[in-house]
């Protein structure tokens, strides 16, 4: 069973950055695609970031050229390094994965990220 831990969120003030991690534990092993996502109240969760397996990433347009997923040598823990942020990026950030297929069927606590102006 895998289970996913986030940390690194907090409060920061518009145009500073935060690192969020995201550490696997478990059988990480069949893993597809890993990513990061994030709620705000009353707005639905969206796809902040992905990369698969192959190394290939995707960004959601609001966050291209601010932000960079990457992960470390083992692949057990997944980042996100948020810079120049914004109001409009608070929200509840979780890391997903994709076990067996390209599914994100494991999911993280989250990590609450808000950005004051």
């Known amino acids: 069973q895998v289970q996913l831990r986030e940390s690194g969120g907090g409060s920061v003030q518009s145009g500073g950055s935060l690192r969020l991690s995201c550490t696997a534990s478990?059988?990480?092993?069949?893993?597809?695609?890993k990513g990061w996502f994030r709620q705000a109240p009353g707005k639905e969760r969206e796809a902040v970031a992905t990369?698969?397996?192959?190394?290939?990433?995707t960004y959601a347009d609001s966050v291209k050229g601010r932000f960079t997923i990457s992960e470390d040598n083992a692949k057990t823990t997944l980042y996100l390094q948020m810079n120049r942020l914004k109001p409009e990026d608070t929200a509840m950030h979780y890391c997903?994965?994709?076990?067996?297929?390209?599914?994100?069927?494991?999911w993280g606590q989250g990590t609450q990220v808000t950005v004051s102006s």
């Open positions: 997903a994965s994709c076990l067996g297929g390209y599914a994100y069927n494991v």
């Open positions: 478990g059988y990480t092993y069949s893993t597809y695609c």
């Open positions: 990369i698969d397996s192959d190394g290939s990433t």
